[in-house]
Nanobody, 120 residues
Framework: QVQLVESGGGLVQSGGSLTLSCAASGFAFADYSMAWFRQAPGKERELVSCVSSDDGSTREGDFVKGRFTNTRDNSKNTVSLKMNSLQPEDSAIYYC?????????????WGQGTQITVSS
């Protein structure tokens, strides 16, 4: 049974930093790309960052602009999203997702999400 459990969300001031973590289980973690998405109220879910299974390379949404770093630890079955220079528009529920490949439009499984609120 696949499980993706996010943690690390919370309230942060504008300009601050947070690190989210996603603990994965129930599948061969190293064989899959892992993505972070976010969804703000009234908006569509959007890709934040995806880290590939083969070389750890990442692709990000245009809004990231070098502020976020997505890394994976295959020895611990975890993926982490370090976010710097957070702005109020980054407030959203952040989700971890499993994908075959980063370019894929299909996410196989989702975590329950973790809320980030950035105050101005």
């Amino acid at each position: 049974q696949v499980q993706l459990v996010e943690s690390g969300g919370g309230l942060v001031q504008s300009g601050g930093s947070l690190t989210l973590s996603c603990a994965a289980s129930g599948f061969a973690f190293a064989d899959y790309s892992m993505a972070w998405f976010r969804q703000a109220p009234g908006k569509e879910r959007e890709l934040v960052s995806c880290v590939s299974s083969d070389d750890g390379s990442t692709r990000e949404g245009d809004f990231v602009k070098g502020r976020f770093t997505n890394t994976r630890d295959n020895s611990k079955n975890t993926v982490s999203l370090k976010m710097n220079s957070l702005q109020p528009e980054d407030s959203a529920i952040y989700y971890c997702a499993r994908r075959y490949y980063c370019p894929s439009h299909v996410s196989l499984d989702w975590g329950q999400g973790t809320q980030i609120t950035v105050s101005s």
